[in-house]
């Protein structure tokens, strides 16, 4: 069965400087998303993406996160000057149609970041 | 509470039983959907159910909605240990327009001992 794949599993980084958390979708979904969750709580939307632009993001999404599709297959999300505070696991997912027409998403195992 | 509720907050059972989960929200939905999360992995879909259905069946696994009371329940028959893991409801809001975003609850950590 296809999955979304994401990498590196886990990633630790030096608060101020930039990561890049990279996903491959499904080959033939076409909506992406990033999700994240805090150790002990609950998963949060960030961020939702189609046809090479942004459709939906959350208050989290901040200037300091970009997204990107930099070829038919992968999927990044960059966090620009980390902070503590972005210490998470980041789920990326992806769907074949929209949610609201009843398309589930499906989510990749997430890639644990941690900021020292 | 806060959108997506789930309770309890944790269930332990026997190999063989049946657990039921329980998920409230606040706002009307779109659709709600279950997950499977098992230690350290990430969100398996379960199962979608729309705004105007009532029940759902996939496999073990059976989903109803109830939209006037705004919840959901998952029943799990004939568990086993294999089913271990957190279950997360989320919902689509029925607001918004065109929205893709999932509002994920807290989670039931479900144990069944072997």
């Known amino acids: 069965e296809p999955e979304v794949t994401q990498t590196p599993s886990h990633q630790v980084t030096q608060m101020g400087q930039e990561v890049i958390l990279r996903c491959v979708p499904i080959s033939n979904h076409l909506y992406f998303y990033w999700y994240r969750q805090i150790l002990g709580q609950k998963v949060e939307f960030l961020v939702s993406f189609y046809n090479n632009e942004i459709s939906e993001k959350s208050e989290i999404f901040d200037d300091q996160f970009s997204v990107e599709r930099p070829d038919g297959s992968n999927f990044t999300l960059k966090i620009r000057s980390t902070k503590l505070e972005d210490s998470a696991m980041y789920f990326c997912?992806?769907?074949?149609?929209?949610?609201?027409?009843?398309?589930?998403?499906?989510f990749g195992d997430g890639t644990r970041l941690s900021i020292l | 509470s806060q959108q997506g509720e789930e309770d309890p907050q944790a269930l332990s059972i026997q190999e063989g039983e049946n657990a039921t989960m329980n998920c409230s929200y606040k706002?009307?939905?779109?659709?709600l959907q279950w997950y499977r999360q098992n230690s350290g992995r990430g969100l398996v879909h379960l199962i979608l159910?729309?705004?105007?259905?009532r029940e759902k069946h996939s496999g073990r696994l059976r989903v109803t909605l109830d939209t006037s009371k705004k919840s959901s329940s998952l029943l799990i028959t004939a568990s086993r240990a294999a089913d271990t893991a957190s279950y997360f409801c989320?919902?689509?809001?029925?607001?918004?327009?065109?929205?893709?975003?999932?509002?994920f609850g807290t989670g039931t950590l479900l144990a069944v001992q072997p």
């Open positions: 706002t009307s939905i779109n659709n």
């Open positions: 159910i729309r705004s105007n259905e």
């Open positions: 989320a919902t689509l809001s029925a607001y918004g327009g065109a929205t893709n975003k999932l509002i």
């Open positions: 997912a992806s769907s074949v149609g929209v949610s609201g027409g009843n398309q589930p998403q499906h």
